[in-house]
């Protein structure tokens, strides 16, 4: 048998019989830097959903408003069962009522609280709104329309100074004092209105009555330039005084009542595209 000689050729060029090869590259050199992103790789911690979860409503919350802060602790869930578990006093409404599932501006209606009806309340009141508790379910009516006596009957008397053989129920007497007025030419109802509005609220001074469109083009609408809680405080004043005030129907923040439909309360509608057009800069009444 004849054996078999096997060179290798080393990087100085020299052969040596019968070897192994050898790797003559550089060993790979490992820095303190990539052992330590390996360890922080293995070590990071990893929240969790319900941590991410909290760090998203920690988020939102340093987003709001100080006003929206106030409203969103207010309705919070704890602090609606406590309130409404203390409620210890009961009140008469004074007026018929919308009952409203927040005291925000935008709330949605939900129900009807009738003149005369007794009602548990928590104390609480917000945005011109007070806190109701109707069904062992927390709801909320405009400000100012509670009371610790039972009401009597609204009394009706003719009403002299507006010359339109209409009614003027408790409440819409008084004499406008801030200067504002409606012209000649329109109807009894807008002038009772408007003189009803400016002697309550006499901060408020912008009007408008004659315009070419619609009811306002026959002199049968007057606009109430108001916003926000004091509108709906205007509004529902009206709705309780339609009949004194010879109202027809009433537009504010996009919901409509009327004396067709009275049974049904605040009815919302439409997006029609703008504050104006939604009537949430104003209140539109419509007289007979």
């Known amino acids: 048998m004849t054996a078999t000689s096997v060179s290798y050729t080393l990087d100085d060029g020299l052969s040596l019989p019968g070897e192994a090869a050898v790797d003559t590259a550089p060993p790979a050199v490992t820095t303190s830097r990539d052992v330590l992103s390996r360890s922080l790789d293995r070590t990071a911690p990893r929240t969790t959903p319900a941590e991410q979860r ?22 919070s ?10 409620a210890d006093t009961r009140l008469w ?13 935008d ?12 009602v548990l309340v928590t104390g609480r009141s917000l945005r011109g709104r007070e806190e109701v508790v109707v069904g062992g ?8 329309y509670l009371s610790d006596e039972d009401p009597t009957e609204v009394e009706e008397t003719e009403d002299a100074t507006a010359g339109s053989g209409t009614t003027a129920a408790r409440g819409t007497g008084g004499t406008c ?26 901060e408020i001074t912008s009007y408008g009555t004659f315009r070419s469109d619609g009811e306002h083009s026959q002199g049968l609408a007057i606009d109430v330039m ?15 005084n339609y009949s004194a005030l ?19 309360g605040w009815r919302p509608m439409e997006d029609r595209g703008s504050t104006t057009a939604n009537h949430y800069d104003h209140v539109h009444v419509t007289t007979y």
């Open 54 to 75: 909290a760090a998203r409503a920690a988020a939102r919350r340093a987003a709001l408003t100080p006003a929206e802060r106030t409203l969103q602790r207010v309705l």
């Open 77 to 86: 869930d704890r602090a609606v069962r406590r309130a409404a578990a203390a």
């Open 93 to 105: 409404a004074t007026a018929p009522l919308n009952l409203w599932r927040t005291p925000a501006a």
């Open 107 to 118: 709330s949605k209606q939900a129900g009807l609280l009738d003149e005369g009806q007794k």
């Open 137 to 144: 379910t927390a709801r909320w009516v405009t400000a100012g």
């Open 177 to 202: 004092t801030n200067g504002s007025s409606v012209p000649s030419g329109v109807s009894a109802g807008v002038v009772a209105t408007h003189e009803a509005v400016c002697a309550r609220w006499p």
């Open 226 to 240: 108001v916003s926000g809680d004091l509108g709906w405080d205007v509004a529902d004043y009206l709705r309780a």
């Open 246 to 264: 010879d109202i027809e129907y009433l537009i504010y923040a996009q919901h409509i009542w009327s004396v067709e439909r009275a049974s049904e």
